[in-house]
């Protein structure tokens, strides 16, 4: 059993940045992708971005350009960079990872989730 742990979340204004982190029991790193989606009461879980087991990456159209996601295999460990936060990025930051060197954006595609850190930016 894979298991996540996020960590960063808070409350940040509008135009703030904020990172998030998150650890994995993943083996092998290398053969695991890895993607952070958001959810909003009463909305499905949209995915954020994605990196894959070579370090692409890949950016929901709403974030591109603000948001960066990057990993240490070192560490096991995948990051979120956002900048320029606005409240429409208010909501409930998961991790999740599959096994599978292609990353996709499709929540069903991954099996292993963390239990997911709050963010909230206020305007």
């Known amino acids: 059993q894979v298991q996540l742990v996020e960590s960063g979340g808070g409350s940040v204004q509008a135009g703030g940045s904020l990172s998030l982190s998150c650890v994995t029991s993943?083996?092998?790193?290398?053969?695991?992708?890895l993607a952070w989606f958001r959810q909003v009461p009463g909305q499905e879980r949209e995915g954020v971005a994605g990196?894959?087991?070579?370090?692409?990456?890949v950016y929901a159209d709403s974030v591109k350009g603000r948001f960066t996601i990057s990993k240490d295999n070192a560490k096991n460990t995948l990051y979120l960079r956002m900048n320029s936060l606005n409240s429409e990025d208010t909501a409930m930051y998961y991790c999740a990872a599959r096994y599978g060197v292609i990353a996709t954006m499709n929540r069903r595609d991954y099996s292993n989730w963390g239990q997911g850190t709050q963010v909230t930016v206020s305007s």
């Open positions: 993943m083996y092998p790193y290398s053969r695991h992708s």
């Open positions: 990196i894959d087991a070579y370090g692409d990456t």
